[in-house]
C-alpha cells in the first residue's frame, strides 16, 4: 500500500525523469481524476491510502503519460469555454487560445434577438460551435467535419451542453454537405505549414489526428477555400471568422481582400500577442 504523499512524490519524479515540464501538476492532476476527488481533498489527506488495485490502476495512467499522451486525453476530457469537453484521439484537444474566436463572435453577434444561422466548419470535439451555441440562445448552428469519429464525440458533447437541439452534425469536406446560406461561418481549420508538421512536439504528432493539423505549404489550403466557397454561401453582410496560425495573418488578409467581396477585415491577437482570428464581413453590394 502506498498513501497519496508518495504516489505523487514518485510520480512527480517519473514524469520530470520523462522530460514533462510540468510533472508536479500532472501528477496531483491525474490522481486527483483516478481517485475522483478534487485536489484540495488530495492535498489536506497526504496520508491516505491507495489499495493495491488503485496503485496499480493508476500506474497504467502515469505510463501513459510518461510516453508523451496528453493529460487531456488520459483523463477523456479537457475543459473549454468553462465547460468539460469529451475528447478521445479522433479529435484535436481544444486549445485556449480558441476561446478568442468565441469571443470575436459574440462581440460582434451577440444579443438575445438574433435567430442566427451558424456553420462551424472541421467541428473536432464541438468546442467552437457548442460554446455559441450555449451563448446565442436563438442561433441554430450546423457543424461538419469529415471525422466521423470526430463528429460523434462532438455530438455527445452537445447532448451534454443541452444545447443538441439547436445543433445538425454532418460529415463532409467543408460546405459540400451543407444546404443553404448562413450569417456567420466559423472554423479552426487545420493550419500547419506540411514543412512544420514534423517538427511539432511529438506529444502532439503521436497523439492528435494528422488531418487536424496538416494544411498544405503555407497551412493556408483551408482558408484559402474557407474565404472563396463561404462567398456563395454568407448571406450579403455576413461574416466569417477564422483561426490562424503564426505569421499567417498577413496571407489570409490578402485572400480575403483578393476576393473584392470582403469588408471589415480584422485580426484579433491572442493572449501571447500573436494574430489569432481573422475576421471579415461579405459586403452588403455584391
Ligand atoms: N474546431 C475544433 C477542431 C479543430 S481541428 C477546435 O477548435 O478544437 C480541425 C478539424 O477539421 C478536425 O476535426 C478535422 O477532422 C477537420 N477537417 C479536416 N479536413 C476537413 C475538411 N476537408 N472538411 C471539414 N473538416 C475537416
Same mark, same amino acid.
Given at each position: 500500500?502506498?498513501?497519496?504523499?508518495?504516489?505523487?512524490?514518485?510520480?512527480?519524479?517519473?514524469?520530470?525523469?520523462?522530460?514533462?515540464?510540468?510533472?508536479?501538476?500532472?501528477?496531483?492532476?491525474?490522481?486527483?481524476?483516478?481517485?475522483?476527488?478534487?485536489?484540495?481533498?488530495?492535498?489536506?489527506?497526504?496520508?491516505?491510502?491507495?489499495?493495491?488495485?488503485?496503485?496499480?490502476?493508476?500506474?497504467?495512467?502515469?505510463?501513459?503519460? +510518461?510516453?508523451?499522451?496528453?493529460?487531456?486525453?488520459?483523463?477523456?476530457?479537457?475543459?473549454?469555454?468553462?465547460?468539460?469537453?469529451?475528447?478521445?484521439?479522433?479529435? /484535436?484537444?481544444?486549445?485556449?487560445?480558441?476561446? #478568442?474566436?468565441?469571443?470575436?463572435?459574440?462581440? #460582434? #453577434?451577440?444579443?438575445?434577438?438574433?435567430?442566427?444561422?451558424?456553420?462551424?466548419?472541421?467541428?473536432?470535439?464541438?468546442? *467552437?460551435?457548442?460554446?455559441?451555441?450555449?451563448?446565442?440562445?436563438?442561433?441554430?448552428?450546423?457543424?461538419?467535419?469529415?471525422?466521423?469519429?470526430? /463528429?460523434?464525440?462532438?455530438?455527445?458533447?452537445?447532448? +451534454?451542453?443541452?444545447?443538441?437541439? $439547436?445543433?445538425?452534425? *454532418?460529415?463532409?469536406?467543408?460546405?459540400?454537405?451543407?444546404?443553404?446560406?448562413?450569417?456567420?461561418?466559423?472554423?479552426?481549420?487545420?493550419?500547419?505549414?506540411?514543412?512544420? &508538421?514534423?517538427?511539432?512536439?511529438?506529444?502532439?504528432?503521436? %497523439?492528435?489526428?494528422?488531418?487536424?493539423?496538416?494544411?498544405?505549404?503555407?497551412?493556408?489550403? %483551408?482558408?484559402? $477555400? *474557407?474565404?472563396?466557397?463561404?462567398?456563395?454561401?454568407?448571406?450579403?453582410?455576413? $461574416?466569417?471568422?477564422?483561426?490562424?496560425?503564426?505569421?499567417?495573418?498577413?496571407?489570409?488578409?490578402?485572400?480575403?481582400?483578393?476576393?473584392?467581396? &470582403?469588408?471589415?477585415?480584422?485580426? $484579433?491577437?491572442? &493572449?501571447?500577442? /500573436?494574430?489569432?482570428?481573422?475576421?471579415?464581413? +461579405?459586403?452588403?453590394?455584391?
Amino acid at each position: 500500500m502506498t498513501d497519496i504523499r508518495t504516489t505523487l512524490h514518485r510520480t512527480t519524479l517519473e514524469l520530470t525523469a520523462s522530460g514533462s515540464p510540468s510533472a508536479r501538476l500532472d501528477a496531483e492532476v491525474l490522481l486527483m481524476r483516478y481517485l475522483r476527488t478534487d485536489r484540495l481533498q488530495l492535498l489536506l489527506h497526504p496520508d491516505r491510502e491507495l489499495s493495491g488495485d488503485q496503485s496499480a490502476g493508476f500506474a497504467t495512467w502515469v505510463e501513459r503519460r +510518461r510516453r508523451g499522451e496528453p493529460v487531456a486525453y488520459i483523463l477523456g476530457e479537457k475543459e473549454f469555454w468553462s465547460l468539460p469537453f469529451e475528447v478521445n484521439h479522433d479529435v /484535436l484537444i481544444p486549445r485556449p487560445e480558441t476561446e #478568442c474566436l468565441v469571443e470575436e463572435v459574440l462581440k #460582434c #453577434c451577440g444579443g438575445p434577438e438574433g435567430h442566427l444561422r451558424i456553420i462551424d466548419i472541421g467541428t473536432g470535439s464541438g468546442a *467552437i460551435a457548442i460554446a455559441l451555441a450555449t451563448e446565442l440562445p436563438g442561433a441554430r448552428v450546423l457543424a461538419t467535419d469529415v471525422s466521423p469519429g470526430a /463528429l460523434e464525440v462532438a455530438r455527445r458533447n452537445a447532448m +451534454r451542453h443541452g444545447v443538441a437541439g $439547436r445543433m445538425e452534425f *454532418i460529415e463532409g469536406d467543408l460546405f459540400a454537405s451543407a444546404a443553404g446560406e448562413f450569417v456567420l461561418i466559423v472554423s479552426n481549420p487545420p493550419y500547419i505549414p506540411d514543412e512544420v &508538421y514534423p517538427l511539432l512536439p511529438s506529444g502532439i504528432r503521436d %497523439f492528435e489526428p494528422r488531418r487536424a493539423l496538416v494544411a498544405g505549404p503555407a497551412g493556408a489550403d %483551408f482558408h484559402r $477555400r *474557407i474565404i472563396r466557397e463561404g462567398l456563395g454561401r454568407l448571406v450579403k453582410g455576413g $461574416r466569417i471568422f477564422l483561426e490562424i496560425g503564426e505569421g499567417q495573418a498577413e496571407l489570409v488578409e490578402a485572400l480575403f481582400a483578393e476576393s473584392g467581396s &470582403y469588408e471589415e477585415i480584422r485580426f $484579433r491577437k491572442d &493572449y501571447a500577442g /500573436l494574430d489569432r482570428v481573422a475576421s471579415a464581413r +461579405r459586403k452588403r453590394e455584391t
